[in-house]
């Protein structure tokens, strides 16, 4: 049985100073890493879902797989002027910056049952993005994967505050 947490290293001062970067990629390099990794993402299936929505960019690493595994189809929300035809946008703050998603206004509908994926769940505010694109679709959030949550910062808890009370995470930090 691999250790997951051992395939996920720690980039001090990335992307400045202070901040501490959890690098999944040796855990993408590892054919058993990442085989263990979508497995736990799809054991926490909440069920019925219709559709899975991957954040960008590492949300479209992990999306497709469990995707695949739960037989429904993928949607990838992006950054702007990325996607080609008609789509809604909204903005929101990062830890150091401002950020915009996108999503297909016909990629989610009325009724559909979505599970936001993502790498890793820091302050939340991209994950409640994703979730307010999809429900202003018509469509409901489900639940939230991620492969790490940082719980040391309050995502958890945004998430909360925004009605996504099924939060799973494979992996957790505390630093």
């Not at 001090?12 to 901040?19: A, C, L, S």
């Not at 903005?91 to 994926?117: K, N, W």
């Not at 489900?142 to 940082?150: A, I, N, Q, R, W």
Request: hydrophobic share 50%.
């Amino acid at each position: 049985m691999v250790d997951l947490a051992s395939l996920v290293v720690d980039v001090p001062d990335f992307p400045r100073p202070g901040v501490v970067f959890k690098d999944v990629t040796p855990l993408l390099a590892s054919a058993e890493g990442l085989a263990a990794a979508v497995a736990a993402m799809v054991d926490a299936d909440p069920g019925g879902v219709d559709v899975v929505v991957g954040l960008e960019a590492r949300g479209f690493l992990f999306g497709p797989p469990v995707a695949l595994a739960l037989g429904v189809g993928f949607v990838p929300v992006r950054k702007p002027g990325k996607l080609p035809r008609e789509s809604v946008e909204v903005s929101y703050a990062l830890e150091y910056g401002e950020e915009t998603l996108a999503l297909h206004v016909d990629a989610v509908g009325p009724g559909d049952r979505v599970l936001v994926v993502d790498d890793v769940l820091a302050t939340g505010g991209t994950a409640v993005a994703a979730a307010g694109l999809v429900r202003r679709l018509g469509a409901e959030v489900v639940g939230v994967s991620v492969l790490l949550e940082l719980t040391f910062l309050p995502g958890r808890a945004l998430l909360a505050e925004h009605g996504l009370d099924r939060v799973d995470a494979v992996l957790t930090s505390d630093a």
